[in-house]
């Protein structure tokens, strides 16, 4: 009998993780995959690196590492972050809880910016709607993920949140591991990151002390990545919009092609901030209030950070406007600029079938870029 209670979903420890990626070197994509990202070596390479992997950590340095640096070579512009010193000086491990725009790219240009400030990577954690395949299962949990588990029933769901809430905590507070975790399920797609409450809840299940120390303990460093080209913008455009009318049914292969065009996708300028780690007073704060409205406080707290970190472009200024039919930040770009994220518009438009709404469409495209400068003003608003 397994006496392990994460052994379904914990990442995969070394000896795991070589015998699965022993067997992703089989799948015939791989060849074309080394060709792609190893374009120097022979196709060869990629499935002779696999079958001799012996740990985690060589999985990250002879692959994931230099996989994540040709996205960043192939699709973004310019790449840049700040606030890294506030991470080293967090005492311990803690939980990177971040805003949500890329299924994988997210977490993996942290991971890069871990590993380029020689700072020890986190683990992740990943809805198990990626890993439907035993081959990407192998991939994405000897990649240090963690599975969290969906589409499950209530009872089911409040079990597996339990474990869940204590794998992470357990990871924290030994000195295993930190942990990356998006700050609501699923990606922001209409541009407004705002922290699930239920999120702050499943942390909190697993404590075994008063309110201020469980939360305490577990060091929540919010994070906040912006991308000037949002991946899968008009996939998200065509989501929302097909939600209004109906119940959204993702293809068998959805999440998958996600990946797949957000690491394609041109991106522009990424940047990504690390926030203040929550504060002993934040938190003590939002213990005096009732139920769930502390858990409000500290939702309020990550966002204030998650907002506050995000990076405005030019595309969210000139959005802004031209969903707004106004000139308020026309100082921020120029006429060309708007010519040119005018003409991306339309191109991004064309993209999905024609039978959808354009004039919403639109809309709701403009919306996912615009809308983080709304959330910028009224977050300064409130001082």
């Not at 399920?185 to 409450?197: A, S």
């Not at 139920?291 to 998650?306: G, L, S, W």
Request: glycine fraction near 4%; hydrophobic fraction near 35%; charge should be negative.
């Amino acid at each position: 009998m397994d006496q392990n209670p994460f052994q379904d979903i914990a990442p995969y420890n070394d000896e795991e993780a070589a015998a699965a990626l022993a067997k992703v070197a089989d799948h015939p994509n791989v060849p074309w995959i080394s060709k792609y990202i190893f374009y120097n070596q022979p196709e060869t390479y990629l499935r002779d690196i696999l079958k001799n992997i012996r740990s985690v950590d060589e999985f990250q340095r002879l692959v994931m590492s230099k996989a994540i640096e040709w996205v960043i070579e192939k699709s973004v512009h310019n790449f840049s972050y700040d606030g890294i010193t506030k991470l080293q000086a967090v005492e311990g491990r803690y939980v990177a809880m971040s805003n949500h725009r890329d299924i994988i790219l997210d977490p993996a240009f942290t991971q890069i910016i871990l590993n380029r400030n020689q700072m020890p990577l986190t683990e992740i954690c990943v809805g198990d709607n990626l890993l439907k395949s035993k081959t990407i299962e192998g991939l994405i949990r000897s990649n240090r993920m963690i599975k969290v588990i969906r589409g499950i029933s209530a009872r089911e769901l409040y079990l597996s949140s339990q474990v869940l809430s204590k794998y992470i905590r357990e990871a924290v507070t030994s000195g295993k591991s930190s942990v990356w975790i998006a700050q609501r399920q699923g990606r922001t797609k209409d541009g407004v990151d705002i922290t699930e409450q239920g999120l702050l809840k499943m942390l909190d299940m697993s404590g075994t002390k008063d309110f201020v120390q469980n939360f305490l303990e577990l060091n929540i460093v919010p994070l906040s990545i912006s991308y000037e080209y949002e991946p899968c913008d008009i996939y998200k455009a065509r989501e929302i919009l097909i939600s209004r009318t109906q119940k959204y049914v993702k293809t068998e292969n959805e999440d998958l092609q996600s990946i797949m065009i957000g690491i394609k996708q041109w991106k522009g300028n990424v940047h990504l901030n690390f926030g203040d780690p929550l504060t002993e007073d934040e938190i003590r704060e939002a213990s005096f209030c009732d139920k769930n409205d502390r858990y409000q406080k500290i939702r309020h707290a990550v966002d204030v950070r998650v907002i506050n970190g995000y990076k405005l472009w030019n595309t969210n200024y000139i959005a802004y406007d031209l969903a707004n039919h106004s000139f308020k930040y026309s100082d921020r770009y120029t006429p060309e600029e708007v010519e040119a994220f005018t003409a991306y518009t339309e191109h991004q438009l064309d993209q999905v079938e024609p039978t959808l709404n354009r004039e919403e469409l639109r809309k709701i495209f403009l919306g996912i870029y615009g809308n983080p400068v709304k959330m910028k003003e009224e977050f300064a608003a409130e001082g």
